[in-house]
């Protein structure tokens, strides 16, 4: 196979890039040296995103503001990262007298470790998965949930209230949202048969899970659990910065702050991975291939009258342009993978510049009294979802779905129901 | 079943004088029972300037500036009250073009004031600026009609005795009822961000609790008074200036909690526009500052009020503030001592807060609406 | 419903997202959206916000033709009446004898600072001076590295030229210039007027 035969066939791009690489190496070594790219590629990648996921979420949350965010360091401020990276490496390490030292340079790395070893088992596209574990999902239950334990050495050992107040709800958070998140994937598992991620996906191939009952509830709990699990709005609860100025790591500075950040956000961008691999296909495309929806979007483009003409003609153009290529060549696995996800991590981004937090309790309340059961039905409907393989299905899925939901409502009690009036005085 | 105790240690905790969500250098010395407050003494006068000292040792008119300086989102209410009181003691009629422009501005006032006071509210249950920014791109324009009128978009330093400094420019008031009249579509934008979203209400209702007697007894006053049910508008009980030619109306909550809180202001911000719709069409002609104002504050020494005492008060955005003045016949006041609303206000925060959680007692304290320049003074 | 307002905030939120890109506003036109551009950020040193002809920063002195004509006489209403007490004057200049000096017919100052680290700004010397001889600047990029040296204003830094003045606030200028002419006329006043109790 010659070095150009590797782009022929893009969504097999980096599996022929890295058998071809490894073919230049001696009989011997090529396993190990399978596994040493693996570590090597993950170790460089990991970083990487999560540089440009902070820029991705300053110009998003900008944009939602009507700001423009980093505009100064490189074109669209794209070297930003960077900036910061080298800024926080520059900054004065401190920590506060009284704290355990060992402690508190632990609690950051052990952060960010599990973060990075859940990159092992994210299916990024067809065949393209570190580690195909057979046990895959029960290893990211496994891994991810590390971080309380860094969140509390983290907070415990700044010795400063405001970083123990916020370790403990980052605890408590931590290991609540574990419950209905592992539960709804339980919903997966029953129906794949499988705990393998790169099965999961495969089995998604006619219908992503999202569009049965089952899978969107299902999704819709274990991404808002994933959520509240890596500690963003509007769950940050353990570092709520308008109460616990920076809660666990209020302590923090310099390269140390920059490791807790990293923890976050790749696991944000896992959670955001993870979602995507188990409800929302994965590396599929949706069902209808790409080139008959560029074309029904360049008809849509081509026949809005409120557009000005030459961006009619150019839309469609470029629509007929993309349905012919894509047609020629379908988009590659990955490339569906992580817009999907990224996709995923804008919705993040997107809570993030929406809504304020729940507090504490009103979190622990949302796990165990609403997430929770709920979670539990959602087997059930997925066991109802199992048993006749006909249309009929959805009507008994979708009203046990809509009896809990409803009921667990009116068991809570919300404030959000009682409705107000204002008198107008003179 | 047998009662356990647990033996559980109280946390005292201090927000502030440095923190995020004092709205400036104000401490609250928390004592924690886990995460419920059980004691919760606040601690202030980190900004004191001695304001009241110094108008003492100045002109009338001199204190003009450092009133801008009391509660910097609300400039010109706050010159506004003390020029009522000036008036009330040197007995100065104001112009009428000059009663006008001082309503209009007071009005906006409200609305940069009410607007901020929402967005930081917002910040402090914690969502990451947006609402803020939106409340900041709308206060904004009227900020920049403050400029062109005043020369200075926060510390105005307007309103004089008698009307104020210098008439608005040519083609402002034709500015102002564009953005007036703007106002309520970016209103609904907002609430459609805010009133009905889940979070907010379930955050905020039966949060801080503020019961109407006790509203009254500790002599509350403004929207948090309004929103405990108590009927008290200084513009409609006083009706000083020409607050009785409007028609507006006084909007009063029922519970008394955050959430009562942020919607009276929203409504009140609804009624300022039209108090403001009603002032831009009817605003005549003429000066915009009496004789005799223009006299005072060219120059200031020469006003010598007779003996007595004064006290002006308006219907701040933050409640009732009053100025009060007394004279002994010379160039500076005797004794000039501020009623501040936020000060006033502020005092049954602990009352609010008990058996709260510590993320209650931040937005309770953002619902009272305090400004650190005003407490302290 | 439960759930209804939290995704309508999100959609007001995505439409502002949405509104900050041209392609965005289209978006938002075609689906019968409001799509005015939002963005107000303005990128400060590469663009500078055009302010209000009454903006005021720090007061300057101003002067006729040529800089030793300028209009201040040492009167120190402006001294007095400074709230916080930020003006220093020193002067009028006078000979030996006691006498005071003047050029064109008026005293002068010897020495005239304004310390505008403590200025605020308020315009109340401006209302004050008898004189229209100082007025408020518009220029506010003044930042320096030393409080007392640079923030310190003296005479010489103060002085701006009354063109200057019909530049940068031209309907203000023309009101005191009207004044000013109207005053002319008398001959030669030997005189200034007498500021109202200067005790």
Known sequence: MSFLDLFRNLDQLFVNVSGWLLGLLPDWLQPWASIAMRIGVIAAIAPAIMMYLTWIERKAIARMQNRYGPTRVGIYGLAQPLADGLKMLNKEDIVPRGADRLVHLIAPVLAVAPAILLFAVMPFGRNLIAADLNVGLLYVFAISSISSYAIFMGGWASRSKFSVLGAMRGVAQIVSYEVPSVLSAVAVIMVTGSLSLGTIVESQAGYWFVFTPWGFVACLIFFLSGVAEVNRTPFDMPEAESELVGGFHTEYSGMKFALWYMAEFLESFAVCAFTVALFLGGWHGPAIPFWVLALALAILIGTARLLPLPVRGVGALVMVGAGVFWAAQPIPSWIWFLSKTYFLFFVLVWFRGTFPRLRADQLMGLAWKFFLPLALVNILVAGVWLMPQTPVRWAPCLLILWGAVSLLVAVNKPSITDRRTYVLAD | ?377 | MVGRGVLKGMWLVLREFLSTYPLGRMVLRVTGQPAGNRLVTVQYPDEKQQHAERFRYFPFLVYDQTPDNLRCVACKICEQECPPQCIHIVGPAKDEQGRPLKVHGRTYPVEFDIDTSICMSCRICVDVCPFDAIEMDNQYEMSSTERFGEMAFNKEKLLKSNEYFQQIKPTEASVVDQRLEAKKPKPAPTQPPTPPSAA
């Open chain 2, 1 to 377: 079943m047998s009662a356990t105790t647990a033996e559980t240690q109280l946390l005292e905790i201090n927000l502030g004088p440095q923190h995020p969500s004092t709205h400036g250098v104000f401490r609250m010395i928390a004592t924690l029972d886990g995460e419920t407050i059980v004691k919760l003494k606040p601690v202030m006068g980190y900004l004191h300037r001695n304001h009241e000292q110094i108008g003492e040792g100045i002109t009338y008119v001199a204190s003009f500036p450092f009133t801008d300086r009391l509660d910097y989102f609300n400039a010109m209410s706050n010159n506004f009250g003390l020029a009522l009181a000036i008036e009330k003691l040197g007995g100065i009629q104001a112009s009428e073009r000059g009663e006008y422009v001082r309503v209009i501005m007071a009005e906006l006032t409200r609305l940069v004031n009410h607007v901020a006071v929402t967005g930081f509210l917002l910040n402090d249950m914690g969502a990451f600026g947006t609402p803020l920014l939106y409340a900041f791109r709308e206060r904004e324009r009227i900020l920049d009609l403050f400029e062109a009128a005043s020369g200075s978009r926060m510390m105005c330093n307007y309103v004089r005795p008698g009307g104020v400094r210098e008439d608005v420019p040519v083609q402002w008031l034709e500015r102002a009822r564009e953005i007036v009249n703007n106002f309520p579509i970016f209103l609904d934008e907002f609430e459609t961000l805010l009133t009905e979203n889940e979070i907010i209400q379930q955050r905020a209702k039966h949060v801080g609790v503020l019961p109407k007697t006790l509203a009254v007894n500790a002599s509350i006053t403004g929207p948090m008074a309004r929103a405990s049910g108590v009927n008290y508008d200084i513009r409609k009980v006083d009706g000083y200036s020409i607050y009785p030619k409007f028609a507006f109306k006084v909007p009063l909550g029922s519970v008394g909690d955050v959430y009562d809180r942020y919607y009276v202001r929203i409504l009140e911000m609804r009624e300022s526009v039209k108090i403001l719709q009603q002032a831009l069409k009817d605003i005549p002609g003429g000066p915009a500052i009496s004789p005799k104002g223009q006299a005072i504050s060219k120059a200031p020494r020469t006003f010598k009020p007779p003996k007595g005492e004064a006290y002006g008060r308006v219907e701040s955005p933050k409640g009732e503030l009053g100025f009060y003045l007394v004279s002994d016949g010379s160039s500076q006041p005797y004794r000039y001592h501020i009623r501040a609303p936020s000060f006033i206000n502020l005092t049954v925060l602990e009352d609010m807060c008990l058996g709260q959680k510590v993320a209650d007692a931040i937005i309770i304290l953002g619902s009272i609406d305090i400004v650190l320049g005003e407490v302290d003074r």
